[in-house]
């Protein structure tokens, strides 16, 4: 008989029953045939909810609002943003919407977002404050569902979109813009439209290129050179989002012009890893197709904005240089785009040259630290007012500040994916550091132009696509990790996700203008430049 003692039962399952639970349960919600249009839907309709909600509170042209809601109303009727008498925001909001004069105001942006909102101002009465902010909630809201679509075609996951539009549109960074009427997040919208057109615009070219290559290696043909490829609509498709973005700010540019290198760079790699001899001088050839499908139509629509101001006479700057027209090569330019062209110019030189002292500026350099948000709003009432019960007061505050921990985790999770892919060559990867990159670093350039914080809200959704990446990363931990310590990592993803929730309840209130004692609004101001 043996010494060596044997066990009586069988060893003991590694995994805990929970994680096998929520596998379980996992899998059968993802399988169930609805998930795939349910879960667009419900976070889509969360982020609505959270941005439509008494949107039109304040009823009062808060911050930068005195630059787009006046000028869209102005533009809307004359086709030019024309100037206000002084005080004008406040009997604006009191009901005079038709003050205006017929003398053009120099606008820094081209015409597109204030059409969109002066359309929810034709739609719902310039006196109504919902009516002017009805266009940045809806794009807001239309933004989580494009982020939720550009997640499902970077991973065909159920699970992934879900997170990542819901990391979305619970930030408050992203509720706030949607919530006050000035045009970063409807350059947002257009931004991430333009990146889900590459994306299905990747998927089918590269689909088709690699069926040719086939084809040709079937019929003994040497690859020498691959196919020129034209019939791409979604690339024209992004060529209009691209359009649009830049018709509602200029910094839509970079992204268009990352994107354009990104698709060409996309597309040799695969000519090479296809086998195609020359394959430099090939992405060249599909590249100067891909540029004529992109570009151009992106200039048109981008023209196409500024028709109000071509067709009329008054806008500013409209007749500038009828005395003094292009001469030689240039000539043949029609007068009116020779004076848009003019007016281009001097949008620049003064944009370039704001360097004015603002309480709320905050310099590129300081964004991934989150040290300086921007307050929007802020209302003050004094105990037993309003019914308000606070000794020290009531506050209402449209504070512009990111999910705190989202943020700063979306910073760590942008430098883990940049070094990740680098690393596997993923060219999901790719796509979040062409966005990150081309919605940052342009603005470092410019250390001396007085910039805000908000405008990250363009980087957001690229910072949420790194983050959910890093959480699927440990949540589908390799194999070589034991099962206690997969088990553990899964936990820290819930927990991570748990504590983003909890925040984003505990800061809502400051996000959407709520009444609040004073006591809580201190509650929030963890750093000096968050007071």
Request: a positive charge; one cysteine or more.
């Amino acid at each position: 008989m043996s010494s060596t003692a044997e066990p009586l039962l069988p060893a003991a399952p590694l995994r805990p029953r929970l994680d096998a639970r929520i596998d379980a349960w996992r899998g059968r919600i993802l399988r169930h045939p609805a998930a795939r249009w349910l879960a667009p839907l419900l976070v889509t309709l969360l982020a609505g909810i959270l941005r439509v909600w008494n949107v039109g509170h304040p009823h009062a042209i808060v911050f930068d609002e005195t630059y787009y809601v006046k000028d869209a109303w102005s533009q809307w009727n004359l086709g030019y943003a024309a100037t206000w008498p002084d005080g004008a925001d406040q009997r604006f909001a009191d009901g005079e919407t038709g003050i205006y004069t017929r003398e053009p105001s120099f606008a820094v942006h081209p015409p597109l977002g204030k059409y969109l909102i002066g359309a929810g101002m034709a739609l719902f009465g310039p006196t109504s404050s919902f009516g002017w902010r009805f266009a940045v909630a809806l794009a807001g809201t239309l933004a989580v569902l494009v982020l939720y679509l550009i997640a499902w075609q970077l991973t065909r996951s159920i699970a992934f979109s879900t997170v990542a539009a819901g990391l979305m549109a619970i930030d408050g960074l992203a509720i706030v813009m949607s919530r006050v009427a000035i045009l970063d997040i409807l350059l947002t919208f257009f931004v991430l439209l333009m990146v889900w057109f590459v994306l299905l615009d990747r998927r089918r070219h590269l689909d088709r290129l690699a069926r040719a290559m086939l084809r040709r290696d079937a019929a003994g043909r040497v690859s020498w050179w691959g196919p020129v490829l034209w019939g791409r609509p979604w690339l024209v498709a992004a060529g209009i989002a691209g359009g649009a973005a830049c018709g509602v700010k200029w910094s839509g540019a970079w992204v268009l012009g990352a994107l354009g290198l990104y698709v060409v760079v996309s597309d040799a790699l695969a000519r090479r890893r296809l086998g195609v001899y020359f394959w430099p001088a090939d992405a060249v050839r599909q590249g100067a197709a891909s540029f004529l499908l992109l570009v151009p139509v992106a200039v048109v629509v981008y023209l196409s904005t500024w028709i109000g101001w071509l067709t009329t006479d008054d806008g500013y700057g409209r007749h500038d240089v009828d005395a003094t027209p292009a001469q030689g090569f240039w000539s043949w330019v029609p007068l009116p785009f020779q004076n848009l062209w003019h007016y281009h110019e001097t949008i620049y030189t003064a944009t370039a040259e704001i360097t004015s002292t603002h309480p709320y500026a905050s310099p590129a350099w300081q964004w991934p630290l989150l040290l300086r948000p921007t307050s929007m709003y802020v209302g003050n009432t004094a105990n037993t007012v309003d019914g308000c019960a606070s000794a020290r007061g009531c506050i209402e505050i449209l504070y512009s500040m990111p999910n705190p921990l989202l943020w700063w985790l979306g910073v760590l999770a942008v430098l883990w994916i940049a070094v990740h892919g680098v690393r596997t060559r993923d060219w999901r990867a790719a796509v979040v550091i062409v966005g990150v990159g081309a919605s940052y670093v342009p603005w470092l350039f410019y250390p001396d132009r007085t910039i805000f914080q908000f405008y990250t809200v363009l980087i957001l959704p690229f910072m949420v696509l790194a983050l959910t990446f890093a959480l699927r990363a440990l949540w589908g931990s390799p194999s070589r990790i034991d099962a206690t310590g997969r088990i553990v990592a899964r936990r820290i993803v819930l927990l991570v996700l748990a504590l983003v929730v909890a925040l984003s309840v505990f800061w809502y209130p400051l996000w959407a203008a709520i009444r609040v004692p004073y006591e809580f609004y201190w509650l929030h101001n963890w750093l000096r430049g968050w007071v």
